[in-house]
């Protein structure tokens, strides 16, 4: 009988054994679902990491302050977001490796950075497709924008929207700027990029590579005579003291996409993600807004310090730079597709 006994004493405290392994196991498995992975209801509990690679002052950074301002007050706290600039956390060169193995969440990387991922991105440097922002917003919103943005997700990354920055236009210290042949000879600055090089080649101007923060040096110096930048970046940067004519072109574009990871993106739940995109929808405007407003600015005050000639393509003036550089246009517009020229013109 007193076998009996402790055998049932020993049964009975093998299944109190079990249990409570199987809640601290189940215990453990909701833990892990709430702070973000695989929770099926309430908000998950997260730490969102944005990235990018410009100071504070700029559209990217005010947008991404926005979006940690709405997803931190709407998750009431269960979602931090910290905000990386200066390249603080990651650089150009390894964003976005490091969004691939989600070390970070948001990268916010020019576009013309993505063209060795794919040739849509080249869309920023097709010369004239865009007029303006509201034109190139359009585009990049639309079918044929979302289009390209997907097609990261082959390297498990999703594009989200776009961000931008502005048109660019070119400074010179040898000439105004008026006309294709205005070019010849000219050695200007430009990102980088087959489809720029080609296009200045085109023109009969010479293109070089020169870092960002090396510039002001060498256009003081006289290593290249010119430059290719938004407004912002002109001002911001002070390239007006050492350059005498500038044409307002909007030939090509700098740009930013929104890239998230698809594995962090599709392991929200919906309460989740419906407060992720709240604060991305609340992001762009902002981001969108500042970008005119900075641009809108930065001419004032060129024009304020008045130590560049300022001059304005006319219509006639743009249709003649578009017939000289028809063959580029054909060449990209090939490598790019047809279906998307036409979107981004409207078609």
Known sequence: MKKIRSLMLVVLSLVVLFSLAACGSSKTNSEKAGKGATAENGIQELTIKIAHVVAENTPKHQGALKMKEVIEAESGGKIKVQIYPNSSLFGDKDEYQNLVANNVQFILPDMMKLVGNDEGFNMESMPFIFEDDAQSIAFWDGEKGKEIFHRLEKDGVLGLV??????????????????????????????????????????????????????????????????????????????????????????????????????????????????????????????????????????????????????????????????????????????IGADIIEAAEGK
Request: hydrophobic letters at 35%; proline letters at 3%; glycine letters at 8%.
């Open 162 to 335: 776009m961000w931008p920055n502005g048109g660019k236009h070119i400074t010179n210290n040898v000439r105004p700027i008026k006309s294709p042949k205005d070019l010849a000879g000219l050695k200007l600055r430009t990102q980088g990029g087959q489809l720029l090089e080609s296009m200045y080649e085109e023109l009969g101007a010479g293109s070089a590579t020169i870092p960002f923060g090396e510039l002001y040096t060498a256009l003081q110096q006289g290593t290249v005579d010119g430059q290719e930048n938004t407004l912002s970046n002109i001002q911001s940067k002070k390239f007006d003291e050492v350059q005498k004519y500038m044409t307002i072109m909007n030939h090509t574009r700098v740009d930013y996409v929104l890239l998230t990871n698809t594995k962090f993106w599709n392991g929200l739940n919906n309460e989740t993600k419906a407060i992720v995109q709240k604060g991305i929808d609340e992001g762009t405007e902002v981001a969108r807004e500042f970008a005119i407003k900075l641009n809108d600015q930065a001419l004032e005050k060129i024009k304020e310090n008045g130590n560049t000639e300022i001059y304005v393509l006319s219509e006639a003036e743009i249709a003649e730079f578009k017939k000289a550089l028809e063959p580029v246009y054909n060449e990209y517009k090939e490598k």
